[in-house]
């Protein structure tokens, strides 16, 4: 009987679909057995962290401290880690390096409800932003966001950003590209449209659990034109154990795990690309 079960545990942890769909509840079973609760109890006990941690929809750390939410909700990603400030704190040093830049636009492909998009927007108040998403929720929030923090008339929120697109748009000077849209960052970037994007930073999420080829794809046709550094995303148990919030300093690290974790599939990686020619900021 115990040869099967492992038998099937080692199936369903090989299987490329089922494995990345089931990883986050594994997690979370093996963290309610070790902490001998019944996950309804830690469940109750986030809700109340959760009260005392945000009392109004506003990020409380990172490079949009401040921004407000319209409402407790995000689409596609993990709401609290954005709330908190620590949402893909892996890029922290690159955001940071990049917002020095006076860019003409912004390009968001994949905004979601706009983390960065009007993060971006309010730390950079004469930048355009284009913010796409397939998602029509995603795009309503977005809005609602642009409009809350007073930034809605330099925002332009479109559903789809095609090759096409990004071969003619009319940069206008120096831009930046982020781009998180489930592995069609493979088709989107191209030999046809990267003559467009010389004078573009770009941050690029990869997604390689989908296609292994993705992220080689991209280096390679970036690799003549752009400086690429890759940043690795952090395993959510490591964040648990590592970050630190004073407003979660003192919370065990079950709940830690809850508030920070992102539930990627995998490692998964962001190419930062800077143009190697580009024109002054």
Known sequence: MKSHIKKLIIAITNNNILWPIIRPFAIFGFFAVNNRKKPAQIVSHVNDTIQAIFPTNQVLHGPFQGMK???FAAVGSALYPKLLGCYEKELSEAI??????NYAEIIDIGCAEGYYAIGLGLRLPNTQIYAYDTD???RGLCRQMAKLNGIDERVSIKQTCTPEILESFPFN???LII???EGFENDLFTKAN???LLNCDLIIETHDFLNLRISDNLVKLFSATHHIHIVKSIDDIEKAKTYNYPETANLPVE???MLYRECRPAIMEWLICNPKQAAAK
């Open 69 to 71: 939410y319209p409402s």
């Open 96 to 101: 940071t390096d990049l917002l020095q830049n």
């Open 136 to 138: 029509e929720t995603a």
């Open 173 to 175: 000077g120096r831009a």
């Open 179 to 181: 781009c998180d849209c």
């Open 194 to 196: 990267i003559q467009n």
């Open 255 to 257: 709940e830690k795990y």
